[in-house]
């Protein structure tokens, strides 16, 4: 996975002070997109286990991660993000991860990295439905916050 470029300090993608990553790679090619910058998977530089540490500790004090592009959910992407989220959740299981991607819920809910991420942003971005919605682009987005995992306990 390759990545464009993450913010340190971070108040618009999501509640709170928060870190975010913008992953490359997006098939879904939505007119009007304002990160075209994000779309081919090649571009930017490698996501590398330095990298991912580092983000990983400049979570230390803000509320939580967010992850955007692109699409974290590319295909191309999600041993990487799965990797990124089971981490950061061992690391600060009070904290949250809000994720963005042009799937629909319905497509990715099978996705065994969602149990990680606490808010979806979802739907491909309509430029002719504009939105007042905090934190999505057009009016068809949805953000949904995914109900915790119930941890089953493992036999003695």
Not at 1 to 27: H, K, P, Q, S
Not at 102 to 125: C, M, N, S
Request: glycine letters at 8%.
């Amino acid at each position: 996975m390759n990545y464009d470029r993450y913010y340190t300090c971070d108040v618009v993608n999501g509640e709170g002070l928060r870190v975010t990553l913008f992953v490359t790679g997006c098939a879904h090619a939505c007119p009007g997109c304002y990160n075209t910058s994000c779309w081919n998977r090649l571009t930017g530089q490698p996501f590398t286990p330095e990298i991912r540490d580092r983000l990983l500790d400049l979570c230390e004090g803000h509320h939580g991660l967010s992850l955007s592009g692109g699409d974290p959910l590319l295909p191309a992407n999600r041993d990487a993000i799965a990797d990124l989220c089971r981490r950061f959740k061992q690391r600060y299981p009070d904290k949250d991860i809000w994720m963005w991607t042009g799937y629909l819920h319905e497509e990715v809910r099978h996705l065994a990295l969602l149990r990680d991420v606490d808010v979806l942003i979802d739907g491909r971005y309509e430029q002719d439905k504009p939105t007042s919605q905090p934190w999505r682009g057009s009016d068809n987005q949805r953000l949904i916050r995914l109900a915790p995992q119930a941890v089953t306990p493992h036999p003695a």
